[in-house]
């Protein structure tokens, strides 16, 4: 077939230019933000670290049934591995052999986080501090959950008197000189 000129179809180059321009003229599409605030993950260390940094001079560690504190063992493995929901499942275990054991408690709430589900994890923290020693760590924890909690809701007030609270669970030793 002989090569024929644009002539033969007058209206393929205006066409194409036409194309051309229009292609020019489109927003290229965004790729998708990442919502505003921390990742879980994130929460969850902000929650440690506050427990890790509380120094006091009080730190209640109760007496607890082994078979409880492996059960804890195994969700924090299960965590470690992004597995939540057989971490759940031995959680669930142990708060059925000790529903009222603060530390469980509040494991069960920084898992509540990983998984998303931010009122449990606040009832839960709750839960915990009001079942436990008011001061040291373990408390330090639990304020930290709901700062983090109420920072994620956007409730500044909220994340604020919980951050006092988070503050408030130290306590200081005697200055001895």
């Known amino acids: 077939m002989p090569f024929r000129s644009f002539r ?11 194309v051309l321009l229009a292609a020019c003229g489109q927003p290229v599409p965004e790729a998708p933000k990442q919502p505003p605030g921390k990742s879980n993950a994130t929460m969850v260390a902000e ?3 506050a427990g890790d940094r509380d120094k006091s001079v009080i730190n209640v560690h109760p007496l607890v049934d082994p ?17 939540f929901d057989a971490a759940q499942t031995k959680l669930d275990m142990a708060l059925k052999r000790s529903s009222n054991s603060p530390d469980v408690l ?18 839960l923290a709750q839960q915990s501090w009001s079942l436990g020693s008011k001061q040291g ?19 500044a007030a909220g994340a604020a008197a919980a951050s006092k609270s988070v503050s408030d669970c130290r306590e200081a030793g005697i200055q001895r000189f």
């Not at 078979?67 to 195994?74: M, R």
């Not at 509040?106 to 009832?123: C, P, S």
């Open 8 to 18: 033969a179809f007058p209206l393929v180059p205006a066409a194409l230019a036409g």
């Open 47 to 49: 929650i440690h670290a």
């Open 67 to 83: 078979g409880v504190v492996a059960l804890q063992q195994g969700a924090r493995d299960d965590e470690r591995s992004g597995q």
């Open 106 to 123: 509040q494991d069960r709430a920084e898992l509540a986080i990983y998984m998303g589900n931010y009122d449990l994890a606040e009832k």
């Open 137 to 155: 760590p373990l408390c330090a924890r639990n304020w930290q959950t709901v700062v983090e909690i109420r920072q994620h809701a956007n409730d």
